[in-house]
T-cell receptor, first 115, second 113 residues
Framework: EAGVAQSPRYKIIEKRQSVAFWCNPISGHATLYWYQQILGQGPKLLIQ????????DSQLPKDRFSAERLKGVDSTLKIQPAKLEDSAVYLC?????????????FGEGSRLTVL | GNSVTQMEGPVTLSEEAFLTINCTYT??????LFWYVQYPGEGLQLLLKATKADDKGSNKGFEATYRKETTSFHLEKGSVQVSDSAVYFCAPLWEGGSEKLVFGKGTKLTVNP
């Protein structure tokens, strides 16, 4: 089965610009996650979707970050305007259902550099 | 709040050496416990898990035992290989409310031939 697909793999922007990341989860996976991984740290959950509804976005900086999962399949994460501290790898993950909590399948990530 | 503390790296070992990577969590309830691994150039992947006290998770020669009394979930392998070089993340999952994994900072392991 195909894995979690993310694009772009790399993005370099200047501060105050905007950027969008795309994720296509494994087919049939109801739950989708976006994580932020800053260099030298573990991934931090930004937002979790169950189908097309938001389950948890408590750590999403909503003044600049937004995410959507229309139709309950693929998802986009947007940052506008970007700050220097947003430089990180943005990881998308999916899981089959709430019955498989903790068993996540990750994409390779999108590396963002903000200059 | 819920948190996890993972052994600082990097760790450098010779092939066939014994590996231990320590992981402890705050004792708020009884989380499920996971170890994830990130090989160079690849995405994170689940290595093993344990869902209740005294459970032992195992995979690819790695083991970890859920120790409720010490709130720990240390990762061990008896004989590491060069191909085990990767970053390892401990991640508890607390249920009830907003279930989410809380990842440790990661421990980078390098195994030399």
């Amino acid at each position: 089965e195909a894995g979690v697909a993310q694009s772009p793999r790399y993005k370099i922007i200047e501060k105050r610009q905007s950027v969008a990341f795309w994720c296509n989860p494994i087919s049939g996976h109801a739950t989708l996650y976006w994580y932020q991984q800053i260099l030298g740290q573990g991934p931090k959950l930004l937002i979790q979707f169950q189908n097309n509804g938001v389950v948890d976005d408590s750590q999403l900086p909503k003044d600049r970050f937004s995410a959507e999962r229309l139709k309950g399949v693929d998802s986009t994460l947007k940052i506008q305007p970007a700050k220097l501290e947003d430089s990180a790898v943005y990881l998308c993950a999916s899981s089959r259902s709430t019955m498989s909590l903790g068993e996540l399948f990750f994409g390779e990530g999108s590396r963002l550099t903000v200059l | 709040g819920n948190s996890v503390t993972q052994m600082e790296g990097p760790v450098t070992l010779s092939e066939e050496a014994f590996l231990t990577i320590n992981c402890t969590y705050t004792a708020t309830g009884y989380p499920s416990l996971f170890w994830y691994v990130q090989y160079p150039g690849e995405g994170l992947q689940l290595l093993l898990k344990a869902t209740k006290a005294d459970d032992k998770g195992s995979n690819k020669g790695f083991e970890a035992t859920y120790r409720k009394e010490t709130t720990s979930f240390h990762l061990e392998k008896g004989s590491v290989q060069v191909s085990d070089s990767a970053v390892y993340f401990c991640a508890p999952l607390w249920e009830g409310g907003s279930e989410k994994l809380v990842f440790g900072k990661g421990t980078k392991l390098t195994v030399n031939p």
